[in-house]
């Protein structure tokens, strides 16, 4: 199987605080992958390296097979940050309209994007609706439906269904593993264990370290255990 991203020795420091330690993962192409951990323990850090926000004090990234951080990349990777980045005066639509200007997309192919993230998302009906008026769900299901404007061969989604109820949860899921099947590889941070279960593979993230990376079937077998949660404790996730 070809890989999409793959991390060479990151180490990351903000002062003295060392929050990331010697990270070395592949992520193949066309495979959700998990970043399982605890608030504080590197997921977000990870991700925005990734992404190129942040540029790590030791080691490389590659995104098939380009170093980041670079220009080029960019509308190759759709990001969904924790915290929204939307415009709250403008309405749904005219945010992902900002968006899919950024990305370049044409007026036909801007107006036909529009509608199937709005789908997605379940937003259709508030299309029009200023922003400054949306729940925090609803706030949350329009970055994801940003993120997806350009079709990106790499999705990045920093605790995407925070504050998002459990039926539209399961329904984003849904068409994650739809994007997925159509060729798109996709990296999801999560502390929500039953989340994790779903992902091809998981990274277990404790204070900067991988402390595992495999299958969720395969990291509960090593462990003799039957849930991820337990399989995060075995392999050193509790507080020492």
Sequence with gaps: MSTMVEMKAISHSFGKEKVLKDIQLSVNKGEIFGLLGPSGAGKTTLVKMIVGILESNQGEIFIDNERVPSLDLLKAIGYMAQ?????????????????ATIYGLQKVERKKAIEKVLEIV???????KVVRNFSGGMKRRLSLAASLMHHPKLLILDEPT???DPVLRQSIWDELKKLKNNGMTIIITTHVMDEAEKCDRLALLRDGNIIACDSPESLKEKQGVSTIEEAFLAFGGRKG
């Design 162 to 164: 925070v504050g998002i």
């Design 83 to 99: 915290s929204d980045a939307l415009y709250h005066e403008l309405s749904a639509k005219e945010n992902l309209n900002f968006f």
């Design 122 to 128: 379940d937003l259709t009906d508030h299309m029009n």
